[in-house]
């Protein structure tokens, strides 16, 4: 395909470097598989699943037509104060996979505005019990939260919040678990559980009862997979269970098989009052986030309201569209079927091992990794993220698709793929950077 340099100004790409890409442009044109194939006609592997999306693999008919089918049968209807049964049937199936007592499910269009909800959750919930003084939110340093005004709040990614200055202002910041001592972490790291005890020190400067939910990732994804270290994520349960604090799980990446398990609160065996997801949720075929709450959550808010009354002044002219329904049941059905958790809990080992063994490359510096999702950080080039984005384009055109996070590239293959695939994605990394230099 042939691609005229004018044809492609007008659409002002998001979280790219526009002028960069559009004078060197890489289109993807068909996909199928673990394979991507670029708008030249090259055949590439897609390293991180899209976005962290598409867990089962591309070009997946079993969703495609019930997409198709649900369109010709019933393409939309408003979400408020009726119903279609597909959504019924989605929150369903999520609880039946999701950790015991987190039972019911509200849906979104997206991971941004999953966060966003479980924020407003919060607040209603806190409200609901008399405690609405509860308008402080604790997240972390280097978190990525998505990009509404409450995840950029949340946000502790400069670049995600120097921009934007009018944010939230009750958010207050525990530090991250990355440790410069610590450059190449198989797992679980042995040592920092008690960075969870920043969580306490919050607690003593601003009051637990003015705390109204702290928000982590199991595994921080765009930070760059910072896996938490063994404890961390129970001693935030055992503070938040203290202090009354509800606790957040941002599964918009780790959830869905990632982890070797449906999500990684069940990996790490710890259970959040509310958790989001999106992305794998429909495989990517269509846009949905959701919110998942336990039952006390649930009950409480909802046992609040006088009844007929509307329980929470939320929701999208979107939530839980058909279209979106029909791919998420299709999509959980694939997961079942195949067994894709088991799956990638089963090549997990195998994609470790040789992400590990990328170690002796010069420009790698460091390397996390758990389940089938790795992080691998590059020797920064001139300035932070250029190279980066050199070497992600290099490996676009060697045949392998990376999503890059600053200099660090976050390889997260789809649930399906081989280990050949894995040896494939390896050895397109070691070519490139050999290629690359210092
Ligand atoms: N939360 C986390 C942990 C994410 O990684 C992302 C996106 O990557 C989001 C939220 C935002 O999701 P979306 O881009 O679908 O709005």
């Given at each position: 395909?042939?691609?005229?340099?004018?044809?492609?100004?007008?659409?002002?790409?998001?979280?790219?470097?526009?002028?960069?890409?559009?004078?060197?442009?890489?289109?993807?044109?068909?996909?199928?598989?673990?394979?991507?194939w670029?708008?030249?006609?090259?055949?590439?592997?897609?390293?991180s699943?899209?976005?962290?999306?598409?867990?089962?693999g591309h070009?997946?008919?079993?969703?495609?037509?019930a997409?198709?089918?649900?369109?010709?049968?019933?393409?939309?209807?408003?979400?408020?104060?009726s119903?279609?049964?597909?959504?019924?049937?989605?929150?369903?199936k999520?609880?039946?996979?999701?950790?015991?007592?987190?039972?019911?499910?509200?849906?979104?269009?997206s991971?941004?505005?999953?966060?966003?909800?479980a924020?407003?959750v919060?607040?209603?919930?806190?409200?609901?019990?008399?405690?609405?003084?509860?308008?402080?939110?604790?997240?972390?340093?280097?978190?990525?939260?998505?990009?509404?005004?409450?995840?950029?709040?949340?946000?502790?990614?400069?670049?995600?919040?120097e921009?934007?200055?009018?944010?939230?202002?009750?958010?207050?910041?525990?530090?991250?678990?990355?440790?410069?001592?610590?450059?190449f972490?198989?797992?679980?790291?042995?040592?920092?559980?008690?960075?969870?005890?920043?969580?306490?020190?919050?607690?003593?400067?601003?009051?637990?009862?003015?705390?109204?939910?702290?928000?982590?990732?199991?595994?921080?994804?765009?930070?760059?997979?910072?896996?938490?270290?063994?404890?961390?994520?129970?001693?935030?349960?055992?503070?938040?269970?203290?202090?009354?604090?509800?606790?957040?799980?941002?599964?918009?990446?780790?959830?869905?098989?990632?982890?070797?398990?449906?999500f990684a609160?069940?990996?790490?065996?710890?259970?959040?009052?509310?958790?989001?997801?999106?992305?794998?949720?429909?495989?990517?075929?269509?846009?949905?986030?959701?919110?998942?709450?336990?039952?006390?959550?649930?009950?409480?808010?909802?046992?609040?309201?006088?009844?007929?009354?509307?329980?929470?002044?939320?929701?999208?002219?979107?939530?839980?569209?058909?279209?979106?329904?029909?791919?998420?049941?299709?999509?959980?059905?694939?997961?079942?079927?195949?067994?894709?958790?088991?799956?990638?809990?089963?090549?997990?080992?195998?994609?470790?091992?040789?992400?590990?063994?990328?170690?002796?490359?010069d420009?790698?510096?460091?390397?996390?990794?758990?389940?089938?999702?790795?992080g691998?950080?590059?020797?920064?080039?001139?300035?932070?993220?250029?190279?980066?984005?050199?070497?992600?384009t290099r490996?676009?055109?060697?045949?392998?698709?990376?999503?890059?996070?600053?200099?660090?590239?976050?390889?997260?293959?789809?649930?399906?793929?081989?280990?050949s695939?894995?040896?494939?994605?390896?050895?397109?990394?070691?070519?490139?950077?050999?290629?690359?230099?210092?």
């Amino acid at each position: 395909m042939n691609i005229a340099a004018n044809s492609l100004e007008h659409h002002w790409m998001p979280f790219t470097a526009n002028r960069a890409f559009k004078s060197d442009p890489r289109l993807v044109v068909k996909s199928e598989g673990v394979h991507l194939w670029d708008h030249r006609g090259g055949q590439l592997i897609d390293g991180s699943s899209g976005l962290f999306c598409v867990a089962a693999g591309h070009g997946r008919s079993e969703i495609a037509d019930a997409v198709h089918a649900q369109l010709q049968t019933n393409d939309y209807m408003s979400p408020f104060a009726s119903g279609t049964p597909g959504s019924f049937e989605l929150a369903r199936k999520l609880a039946a996979i999701l950790p015991e007592g987190i039972d019911h499910v509200f849906f979104v269009n997206s991971g941004s505005e999953a966060v966003d909800t479980a924020l407003k959750v919060a607040m209603a919930y806190n409200r609901a019990r008399g405690e609405g003084q509860r308008i402080r939110f604790v997240s972390r340093e280097r978190a990525y939260h998505g990009v509404n005004i409450g995840g950029v709040s949340l946000s502790g990614m400069v670049k995600n919040r120097e921009t934007f200055p009018v944010v939230m202002p009750n958010v207050v910041l525990m530090r991250h678990t990355w440790s410069p001592n610590e450059r190449f972490v198989r797992g679980q790291p042995e040592g920092g559980a008690e960075l969870a005890d920043d969580l306490q020190r919050m607690i003593d400067a601003y009051g637990a009862s003015t705390i109204g939910a702290c928000i982590v990732e199991p595994i921080a994804g765009s930070t760059g997979i910072l896996v938490p270290p063994k404890g961390y994520l129970e001693r935030l349960r055992e503070i938040c269970d203290k202090y009354g604090i509800l606790l957040i799980f941002d599964e918009v990446i780790c959830g869905f098989g990632r982890t070797g398990k449906a999500f990684a609160s069940q990996s790490f065996g710890v259970t959040p009052d509310i958790m989001t997801m999106a992305k794998a949720l429909t495989n990517g075929a269509q846009p949905m986030g959701a919110v998942a709450v336990s039952d006390k959550v649930y009950d409480t808010i909802v046992d609040a309201a006088p009844d007929n009354a509307i329980e929470f002044f939320h929701g999208y002219t979107y939530s839980g569209h058909p279209a979106a329904c029909a791919a998420g049941i299709a999509t959980l059905d694939i997961y079942e079927n195949e067994k894709l958790f088991e799956r990638a809990a089963e090549l997990s080992d195998y994609f470790l091992d040789k992400m590990f063994e990328l170690q002796d490359i010069d420009l790698i510096t460091g390397i996390r990794g758990y389940g089938l999702l790795a992080g691998i950080d590059l020797a920064p080039g001139a300035a932070p993220g250029l190279r980066g984005s050199e070497v992600q384009t290099r490996l676009f055109w060697n045949g392998l698709h990376v999503k890059f996070t600053g200099d660090c590239g976050i390889i997260a293959p789809p649930l399906v793929a081989e280990r050949s695939h894995v040896d494939e994605i390896c050895s397109i990394i070691r070519k490139t950077l050999e290629e690359t230099g210092h």
